[in-house]
């Protein structure tokens, strides 16, 4: 079975719940409590090999995990990995890997440029009005694709050493900044009272307008939304919350309900995607995530091209599946669906989002473009400071009568 190609089955699109699978002989009270989740995460090759059949590809990976990016699992996602199929699109986002440890030369260990837009350790700062502030380097488990993979988890050779009050001190003064993503690792593994105390530090600085939490603890870990959790987060508002999540399977029940909780105290969410090889690289996989996405009130913000980590190539998916996946949206679903695709210009330039081709021609006369349909049309161009102007689109013919090309400079330049 081709793991890229194939239909999701039906039953994808439904949410299953994880259950207690290997840990069902756990008392429910300690399954779902979040720290015995923390603490029972399958950490070590015996943990793995207790319950899968690895590749000797997946054995060297865990091997070389130890000094790279840790491997660490939470039982509640380690359910959700198919047993004897190393093409599971879960396993693939989970598993050490040994193409982990082949770098090539377009690869970056800092690959958005992270550490050289930090005017203070742990805030970055590349955009003018906000900053992403990395208040730690743990995770509920780890991503091996993960772009911060030289700081996350402490098992690589850099570290994270974020200075609070510092970070503090630098967002008081810069009354520009109107926008604070705290992200990491994971904020959400801070306690109750630890990410209370900081939320309330940064409230305290009145030009910021609101704060954002970046978290795939949702995904990971939806034992740790609790109603204290929401209770706590709703005095922050407007406090958003960007999730992570790349595949269908990972929206079980559990996630569905810890999402709700999010949403009815006020919490408004959206969702960031990596697309990766063998996980989410087609259109099915895809329309089936973002569409049940919205049933979870979650509007998919972005589809990331997957960085220039090293070691990341055997995870990443061609652009022009990117493409494809967006075009097979954009008009196919609800438009609330469809996320941004976008490249972190490798280095630190920025997200640059990356569209299908639907304009052909565009100068001070008109703009000629097609629909999802593949219709052309034109539209005249406002002629600025000339009010009295007036004239009528029209629709041109079929995609390829007169305009073969899809000119993607120029919709690049709109
Ligand atoms: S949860 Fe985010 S920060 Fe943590 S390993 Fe995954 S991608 Fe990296």
Same mark, same amino acid.
């Given at each position: 079975?081709?793991? +890229?190609?194939?239909?999701?089955?039906?039953?994808?699109?439904?949410?299953?719940?994880?259950?207690? %699978?290997?840990?069902?002989?756990?008392?429910?009270? @300690?399954?779902?409590?979040?720290?015995?989740? !923390?603490?029972?995460?399958?950490?070590?090759?015996?943990?793995?090999?207790?319950?899968?059949?690895?590749?000797?590809?997946?054995?060297?990976?865990?091997?070389?995990?130890?000094?790279?990016?840790?491997?660490?699992?939470?039982?509640?996602?380690?359910?959700?990995?198919?047993?004897?199929?190393?093409?599971?699109?879960?396993?693939? @986002?989970?598993?050490?890997?040994?193409?982990?440890?082949? /770098?090539?030369?377009?690869?970056?260990?800092?690959?958005?440029?992270?550490?050289?837009?930090?005017? #203070?350790? *742990?805030? #970055?700062?590349?955009?003018? $009005?906000?900053?992403?502030?990395?208040?730690?380097?743990?995770?509920?488990?780890?991503?091996?694709?993960?772009?911060?993979?030289?700081?996350?988890?402490?098992?690589?050779?850099?570290?994270?050493?974020?200075?609070?009050?510092?970070?503090?001190?630098?967002?008081?003064?810069?009354?520009?900044?109107?926008?604070?993503?705290?992200?990491?690792?994971? &904020?959400?593994?801070?306690?109750?009272?630890?990410?209370?105390?900081? !939320?309330?530090?940064?409230?305290?600085?009145?030009?910021?307008?609101?704060?954002? +939490?970046?978290?795939?603890?949702?995904?990971?870990?939806?034992?740790? +939304?609790?109603?204290?959790?929401?209770?706590?987060? @709703?005095?922050?508002?407007?406090?958003?919350?960007?999730?992570?999540?790349?595949?269908?399977?990972?929206?079980?029940?559990?996630?569905?309900?810890?999402?709700?909780?999010?949403?009815?105290?006020?919490? &408004?969410? *959206?969702?960031?995607?990596? !697309?990766?090889?063998?996980?989410?690289?087609?259109?099915?996989?895809?329309?089936?995530?973002?569409?049940?996405?919205?049933?979870?009130?979650?509007?998919?913000?972005?589809?990331?091209?997957?960085?220039? +980590?090293? *070691?990341?190539?055997?995870?990443?998916?061609?652009?022009?599946?990117?493409?494809?996946?967006?075009?097979? !949206?954009?008009?196919?679903?609800?438009?609330?669906?469809?996320?941004?695709?976008?490249? $972190?210009?490798?280095?630190?330039?920025?997200?640059?989002?990356?569209?299908?081709?639907?304009?052909?021609?565009?100068?001070?006369?008109?703009?000629?473009?097609?629909? /999802?349909?593949?219709?052309?049309?034109?539209?005249?161009?406002?002629?600025?400071?000339?009010?009295?102007?007036?004239?009528?689109?029209?629709?041109? %013919?079929?995609?390829?009568?007169?305009?073969?090309?899809?000119?993607?400079?120029?919709?690049?330049?709109?």
């Amino acid at each position: 079975m081709d793991p +890229i190609t194939t239909e999701v089955p039906r039953i994808e699109a439904d949410f299953l719940p994880s259950a207690q %699978g290997y840990w069902s002989d756990v008392p429910p009270e @300690q399954w779902n409590d979040w720290k015995w989740q !923390l603490k029972n995460r399958v950490t070590s090759l015996d943990g793995l090999e207790q319950h899968l059949l690895l590749t000797p590809e997946e054995r060297a990976g865990v091997i070389l995990s130890g000094n790279k990016l840790a491997l660490a699992v939470t039982p509640h996602y380690f359910n959700l990995i198919e047993r004897e199929n190393p093409g599971c699109p879960i396993r693939r @986002q989970i598993i050490p890997h040994v193409g982990e440890g082949a /770098f090539s030369a377009a690869e970056m260990a800092d690959p958005c440029g992270e550490d050289s837009h930090m005017p #203070v350790p *742990g805030l #970055v700062h590349r955009y003018p $009005d906000r900053v992403l502030f990395l208040v730690t380097d743990r995770c509920a488990a780890y991503c091996r694709y993960c772009t911060r993979s030289r700081v996350v988890s402490g098992a690589g050779e850099q570290e994270l050493h974020t200075d609070f009050d510092e970070a503090i001190a630098y967002l008081e003064k810069h009354t520009e900044i109107r926008d604070v993503l705290l992200s990491g690792g994971d &904020p959400l593994l801070f306690s109750d009272g630890k990410l209370d105390a900081l !939320l309330t530090r940064l409230r305290a600085i009145p030009h910021l307008e609101f704060l954002r +939490i970046g978290t795939r603890v949702p995904i990971f870990l939806p034992q740790r +939304i609790t109603p204290e959790l929401c209770r706590m987060l @709703q005095k922050h508002h407007p406090l958003w919350m960007s999730i992570h999540t790349n595949h269908p399977r990972e929206l079980t029940t559990e996630v569905r309900d810890a999402l709700a909780m999010l949403a009815n105290h006020g919490v &408004p969410l *959206g969702n960031q995607s990596v !697309l990766l090889a063998g996980v989410n690289d087609s259109l099915p996989v895809m329309k089936s995530l973002v569409q049940k996405l919205l049933r979870c009130r979650v509007r998919p913000y972005y589809l990331y091209q997957c960085d220039l +980590i090293q *070691g990341s190539a055997h995870l990443r998916a061609p652009v022009h599946k990117g493409i494809e996946i967006i075009e097979g !949206l954009r008009g196919h679903t609800t438009g609330y669906a469809i996320p941004q695709f976008v490249i $972190d210009a490798p280095g630190g330039g920025g997200k640059v989002p990356i569209n299908p081709g639907y304009v052909f021609f565009h100068d001070k006369e008109k703009v000629v473009f097609r629909n /999802f349909e593949g219709r052309v049309f034109e539209y005249p161009e406002v002629q600025e400071g000339d009010s009295t102007r007036s004239s009528h689109g029209t629709e041109k %013919g079929d995609l390829g009568e007169s305009f073969p090309e899809i000119l993607h400079d120029e919709v690049c330049s709109l």
